[in-house]
């Protein structure tokens, strides 16, 4: 038998660029069960055109009484996928015809297996670079949660998952970036697998947002204090971040108890001046928590070990 396979859509005022998504899902080498769409309230005919593709795709197509937002309304449609592999998508991308045909081939006994993107501009045109150049990261095959905590090399859109996992990982976290999290959980399970392929043209959007706000000049003390809230924030972020991680349900003891020691250190971040004890704790683990990243384990374990009080004497270490 064919194996039962979702594509789950997360649509909202996709018109311009839905056309050659769905028509790269029509290109597929191999057939899937049912695409789902989740559209978040579209006003710009993005329904109109998933329409004109009913007869051409297996389309379920949801519409959202009220605008739920990104993560939420990926959420709802996962939440409708009856395929045994299951791929979230996103509605500008563009997807290589063997994208299905590869990541299906490779998931082996894995829960998760992802690939590579090639990044191109509003147009589709190359830019020449792939997601893991962009992010300066290592793309990995993993087995522990631990690795996903500080970086993430698993994008929504390049990976395909067991419907084994749709048990495990709702209701999204808040602070933890959903693919983070869906990756971590599955690697603590069966294991993630990398494909070491560009099956995804990511498409890179512009925007002039930034460069119509205006610089205003600050104080070098308003800096500073600038810096310090950054920081705190941060650490309340981290602090929340291992919550989320402590409610994954494939949890092994050992991840488990390193987290909830990793949390203890974090705790008492607001009253020291450098954790020597964090800091031994990070570059032993260092192959847990680092191996993603390409950045010196060494420096970054010494830098997320500095307290607040160390910090605030030397607020641009």
Not at 37 to 50: F, M, P, R, V, Y
Not at 238 to 245: A, G, V
Request: with cysteine; hydrophobic share 40%.
């Amino acid at each position: 038998m064919s194996p039962r396979i979702s594509i789950v859509l997360a649509t909202y005022n996709g018109a311009r660029y839905l056309s050659e998504q769905l028509n790269s899902l029509l290109q597929q080498t191999v057939v899937p069960h049912e695409i789902i769409i989740g559209d978040d309230n579209s006003q710009d005919g993005t329904l109109e055109i998933a329409q004109k593709y009913a007869t051409k795709l297996p389309l379920k197509i949801y519409k959202n009484e009220v605008n739920l937002g990104f993560t939420k309304n990926f959420e709802s449609a996962l939440q409708k996928a009856t395929g045994d592999f299951i791929l979230p998508c996103d509605q500008d991308d563009i997807w290589e015809s063997t994208k299905l045909e590869t990541l299906l081939a490779a998931i082996g006994e894995n829960s998760l297996v992802y690939a590579n993107s090639l990044l191109v501009d509003e147009n589709g045109n190359s830019l020449e670079k792939t997601l893991a150049q962009k992010l300066k990261n290592n793309f990995i095959s993993s087995h522990s949660a631990l690795n996903f905590l500080y970086d993430n090399s698993v994008s929504a859109h390049a990976m395909m998952f067991k419907k084994e996992l749709l048990n495990l990982v709702f209701p999204f976290p808040a602070q933890t970036y959903f693919d983070a999290y869906i990756a971590a959980t599955a690697a603590s399970l069966h294991g993630v697998a990398y494909v070491d392929e560009t099956l995804v043209h990511y498409r890179q959007h512009t925007t002039n947002t930034l460069g119509n706000k205006k610089k205003t000049k600050r104080s070098l003390l308003e800096k500073i204090n600038d810096k310090h809230a950054k920081k705190l924030q941060e650490n309340k972020r981290m602090l929340q971040t291992i919550e989320e991680f402590l409610t994954i349900k494939t949890l092994k003891a050992e991840e488990k108890e390193k987290l909830q020691r990793l949390y203890s250190f974090y705790l008492g971040f607001e009253k020291r001046w450098f954790s020597f004890g964090m800091f031994l704790f990070l570059y032993t683990n260092k192959e847990s928590f680092f191996t993603i990243t390409n950045r010196n384990p060494l420096l970054l374990s010494i830098k997320k070990s500095i307290g607040y009080k160390l910090y605030k004497a030397a607020p641009f270490l």
